[in-house]
């Protein structure tokens, strides 16, 4: 449009910086005029199903990604895909985290244990599972021993112990994963508990499925991302529990079917505990009980794998 060399003006040469106000004021007119020209130009004769835009200074790129990729993976097809990540750096350093849904990835302390207690006590959590919790979390055998002897067989008081140890980040407990809210719900889904931790989930704005964060270990960075939309977290739980229930209903118009379901369900987790559970499961409810500890919003395609083998056409 100016006949100037397009390859000069992607260098820090002085024939850049000559043309530099110019530039921005040719910029600022298309923008006024178009507010999303730039992206527009930048991503319309590319078909991606993953865009990594590394550089929004203003809200009106934001906005046009928001609303030009707004459309969720399947089966949520309603529910937003954007994501906003800001990474903020010290002069030590700098870093980043890689994710597919925004999400509160802050550090939880010891006066976050109470808070911690409420949100597991209200979930029902079951306080002997607390060494397999140490575990999971990076305590050392030791560390676990020493709580057990320290708390006499106590439970409630073990999972105390525990979660303080974790809360203070002792042994290995920053190999696993810093404590996060975030970090809780991986650990409890990782125990079975995978209710508990999508309810968790939604209450402290802790993205689902594409809830994946991977820190990158650098010293002097912090990481804030814009809070997610709780709200359209509890549709996408309500339409996901929605599915189970006609799942569990279309079970139980043919008797076969759950001794199917049991079957599968046996051949997953084939342990002593796992086959009680399994065998006491007799109405709708406790089918419902029991699938909710194979299936969550990051993982249901045990359901979908038995509905297709049933020829359920009606889910």
């Known amino acids: 449009e100016h006949n100037l060399d397009y390859d000069r003006l992607l260098d820090s040469s002085p024939y850049k910086e000559a043309h530099r106000l110019q530039m921005i004021q040719w910029g600022e007119r298309k923008r006024e005029s178009d507010p999303g020209y730039f992206c527009h130009l930048a991503t319309e004769e590319q078909d991606k199903p993953v865009w990594l835009v590394s550089d929004c200074r203003r809200p009106s790129d934001v906005e046009y990604f928001k609303s030009h990729y707004s459309t969720?993976?399947?089966?949520?097809?309603?529910?937003?895909?954007?994501?906003?990540?800001?990474?903020?750096?010290?002069?030590?350093?700098?870093?980043?985290?890689?994710?597919?849904v925004g999400g509160d990835v802050s550090i939880l302390d010891i006066n976050d244990l109470d808070s911690i207690l409420t949100e597991l006590d209200q979930g029902q959590f079951?306080?002997?599972?607390?060494?397999?919790?140490?575990?999971?979390?990076?305590?050392?055998?030791?560390?676990?021993?020493?709580?057990?002897?320290?708390?006499?067989?106590?439970?409630?008081?073990?999972?105390?112990?525990?979660?303080?140890?974790?809360?203070?980040?002792?042994?290995?407990?920053?190999?696993?994963?810093?404590?996060?809210?975030?970090?809780l719900a991986e650990i409890l889904e990782e125990l079975g508990e995978r209710a508990l931790a999508d309810t968790?989930?939604?209450?402290?704005?802790?993205?689902?499925?594409?809830?994946?964060?991977?820190?990158?270990?650098?010293?002097?960075?912090?990481?804030?991302?814009?809070?997610?939309?709780?709200?359209?977290?509890?549709?996408?739980?309500?339409?996901?529990?929605?599915?189970?229930?006609?799942?569990?209903?279309?079970?139980?118009?043919?008797?076969?079917?759950?001794?199917?379901?049991?079957?599968?369900?046996?051949?997953?987790?084939?342990?002593?505990?796992?086959k009680k559970e399994i065998d006491e499961v007799h109405n709708e409810s406790g089918l419902m009980y029991l699938l909710r500890s194979y299936c969550s919003l990051r993982e249901f395609s045990i359901?979908?794998?038995?509905?297709?083998?049933?020829?359920?056409?009606?889910m």
């Not at 990076?138 to 409630?156: A, F, P, V």
């Not at 043919?254 to 369900?265: G, M, N, S």
């Not at 359901?303 to 009606?314: I, P, Q, R």
């Open 72 to 100: 969720g993976p399947a089966p949520f097809p309603a529910y937003s895909c954007c994501v906003l990540v800001r990474v903020s750096a010290s002069d030590e350093g700098w870093g980043c985290a890689v994710m597919a």
């Open 126 to 183: 079951s306080e002997v599972k607390w060494e397999d919790f140490g575990l999971k979390a990076g305590l050392s055998q030791n560390t676990l021993e020493k709580i057990k002897t320290d708390s006499r067989g106590d439970t409630h008081q073990c999972l105390k112990k525990c979660l303080s140890c974790w809360l203070r980040r002792e042994d290995n407990i920053d190999d696993k994963g810093k404590p996060s809210w975030r970090r």
């Open 200 to 274: 968790i989930r939604g209450r402290r704005g802790v993205s689902s499925e594409e809830q994946q964060v991977c820190p990158v270990p650098t010293s002097g960075h912090s990481i804030s991302l814009a809070k997610p939309l709780e709200k359209q977290f509890q549709q996408m739980l309500i339409e996901f529990l929605n599915i189970l229930t006609r799942f569990v209903n279309q079970v139980f118009k043919r008797r076969q079917r759950l001794k199917d379901v049991k079957t599968c369900l046996a051949g997953i987790g084939h342990n002593q505990r796992n």
């Open 303 to 314: 359901v979908t794998s038995l509905a297709e083998n049933m020829k359920m056409t009606d």
